[in-house]
């Protein structure tokens, strides 16, 4: 088994965390998480097939970071009473 297609845990930093799941042998589930000012935890998950290739996981895993990034940046903003 190739290393992007192993499970991989969270790790536990202060801001965006990300893990990896395999649901069988053939799919593989990327989770996107990120908490908000108030701790709350953010989740964005994000499925492939074991034979997609990397770099396509790769830059829909970065799109969906940013999207994940400007939805809690959005909450965050409306908490301090700030327009976008």
């Not at 297609?5 to 989770?31: A, E, H, I």
């Not at 097939?49 to 990397?54: G, L």
Request: with cysteine; aromatic share 8%; hydrophobic share 35%.
């Amino acid at each position: 088994m190739t290393r992007h297609l192993s499970r991989r845990k969270p790790q536990r930093n202060g801001g965006f965390s990300w893990g990896r799941v395999l649901l069988s042998d053939t799919t593989v589930t990327y989770r996107l998480f990120r908490r908000d000012h108030s701790g709350h935890c953010h989740f964005w998950p994000l499925e492939f097939d074991a034979a997609t290739p990397r770099r396509l996981i790769a830059n829909e895993l970065r799109r969906a970071r940013h999207k994940l990034r400007d939805k809690v940046d959005e909450i965050d903003l409306a908490a301090m009473g700030v327009t976008a």
